[in-house]
């Protein structure tokens, strides 16, 4: 069976969480690739930069041309995850959500309503920060969904 490989979309994703990724993925035996249009540092190693074009969603569709059915890819970007979902390629965020076929559609239509009463001035476009308690979602979460897929491609 193919052992999985862990997808980062680097751009956004916080520092912890890389660091995280990395250290486990390295003491599993598990290929990282970082995908985004500009280098991003890593206190940890190995991992693969993978440096796309500036187009708009080069990464995501590096990463979902690349990517397999054994593969994790971590994303905050819910229109991408919709892909992958559809794709059958397991995808969480950096706060601990696992995107599935169950709850993606819900997510994408808040992120939709979201963006409706920002782009009309209702409600300001809020930058959350990154706290440890979503870094502690994140690892419960990547822990969890990273077990299951080491599971499922042993056997």
Request: with cysteine.
């Amino acid at each position: 069976m193919e052992t999985p490989k862990i997808w980062i979309d680097a751009d956004s994703c916080p520092v912890q969480v890389r660091n995280h990724t990395v250290k486990t993925a390295a003491r599993l035996g598990i290929q990282v690739f970082f995908v985004a249009n500009k280098p991003i540092p890593c206190a940890e190693s190995p991992f693969e930069m993978i440096i796309c074009p500036q187009q708009k969603d080069a990464a995501d569709s590096y990463i979902l041309e690349h990517a397999g059915a054994a593969d994790l890819v971590i994303t905050r970007d819910i229109v991408f995850a919709d892909r992958l979902v559809e794709k059958g390629i397991a995808a969480i965020n950096d706060r601990g959500t696992t995107f599935t076929s169950e709850n993606i559609k819900e997510l994408l239509s808040d992120r939709d309503f979201d963006l409706a009463l920002s782009q009309a001035g209702v409600v300001k476009s809020l930058r959350y920060g990154y706290e440890k308690k979503d870094f502690e979602k994140f690892a419960n979460c990547f822990d969890r969904v990273l077990h299951r897929l080491l599971t499922r491609h042993q056997g």
